[in-house]
């Protein structure tokens, strides 16, 4: 079946920098995304890597794909205090337009 | 700003009423996906609308429905409503059928069935 999993906290130092993990199950996956959602908000699109990649930067986000493995990574260099939100994984294939999401990593900058 | 905006922000409903909730999509967008977000979960696919046709369906029962209208704005009603329809209700737009567009989500709609 689908399922996408991350951890669930990870606290990092202003300046450092954070990564996030996912897995996921759906080996048909065509995309897979990286949203942001700060309290009480709507879910912000951070960047999206296709399946064929392996790679991809965006500034101070660079995303890394392991299709054997079914693990995606977003690192997030010199992390701001700003950075602090819920980072939700999520992936979709070609079968009615559904993303499939993680759970969300609560992440905390600590100045 | 994604430019999708749903409404109302809040709402309270008790066991047992209907519910409709609205979203206008980005403009030039012709696809809505409606999700369903619980407290500490990621969100869950309720359905989603392409040129006014249901174009795929999550794990949701017949009482949670929807419409799309001619100018891409949507509507998601819930029936018979259960206290664990509490939830953040997200509508994402995007543009094209082949479920691989990048969907875009609006600020969502909380709310508490008591």
């Known amino acids: 079946g689908e399922d996408v999993e991350q951890s669930l906290f990870l606290s990092v130092r202003e300046g450092d920098s954070s990564v996030i993990n996912c897995t996921y199950t759906d080996s048909s996956s065509t995309y897979l995304y990286w949203y942001k959602q700060e309290p009480g908000a709507g879910l912000q699109l951070l960047t999206y890597i296709f399946s064929n990649m392996d790679m991809k930067q965006d500034q101070r986000l660079t995303v890394l794909l392991n299709k054997k493995d079914k693990h995606l990574s977003l690192r997030i260099a010199d992390t701001q205090t700003g950075d602090s939100a819920i980072y939700f994984c999520?992936?979709?294939?070609?079968?009615?337009?559904?993303?499939?999401f993680g759970q969300g990593t609560e992440l905390s900058v600590k100045p | 700003e994604t430019g999708v905006t749903q409404s109302p922000t809040h709402l309270i409903k008790t066991r047992g009423q209907q519910v409709t909730l609205r979203c206008s999509s980005q403009s030039g967008h012709n696809t809505v996906s409606w999700y369903q977000q619980a407290l500490g979960q990621g969100p869950q696919f309720i359905f989603q609308y392409y040129r006014e046709e249901e174009n795929g369906r999550g794990n949701f029962p017949p009482r949670f429905s929807g419409l799309q209208f001619p100018n891409y704005s949507s509507e998601l009603n819930v029936n018979a409503l259960e206290l664990d329809d509490s939830a953040l209700y997200l509508c994402a737009s995007s543009w094209g059928d082949v479920g691989q567009e990048t969907q875009y989500f609006g600020p969502g709609t909380r709310l508490l069935v008591l």
């Open positions: 999520a992936e979709s294939n070609n079968q009615g337009g559904k993303l499939i």
